[in-house]
Nanobody
Framework: HVQLVESGGGLVQPGGSLRLSCTGSGFSFDDADMGWYRQGSGSDCKLVSALASYGTTYYLGSVKGRFTISRDAAKNTLSLEMNGLKTEDTATYYC?????????WGRGTQVTVSP
């Protein structure tokens, strides 16, 4: 049974930083493609960043240079370091993992960037 639990969201001022964490169980972090998605109010869910099992990374254009994705397989944790946050980064952020032939999702953590 795959479980993903996000944490680290909160309220931050523009220019601030947050570090999201996703702790998982039921699969091998070394073998899974993983990523962070976000969905803002009234908008579609977008892939923000991804980390392939073999190490390749992807970043949404608007977060390049500000966000960093990383994985600690020993701790079964996927992280997203977010710096220089902007109001448009406000969204619910979801952790996702592709394993056992399908994508699995966490329940999300809210990030609100506001003065």
């Amino acid at each position: 049974h795959v479980q993903l639990v996000e944490s680290g969201g909160g309220l931050v001022q523009p220019g601030g930083s947050l570090r999201l964490s996703c702790t998982g169980s039921g699969f091998s972090f070394d073998d899974a493609d993983m990523g962070w998605y976000r969905q803002g109010s009234g908008s579609d869910c977008k892939l923000v960043s991804a980390l392939a099992s073999y190490g390749t990374t992807y970043y949404l254009g608007s977060v390049k240079g500000r966000f960093t994705i990383s994985r600690d397989a020993a701790k079964n944790t996927l992280s997203l370091e977010m710096n220089g946050l902007k109001t448009e980064d406000t969204a619910t952020y979801y952790c996702a993992a592709h394993c056992w032939g399908k994508w699995h999702w966490g329940r999300g953590t809210q990030v609100t960037v506001s003065p």
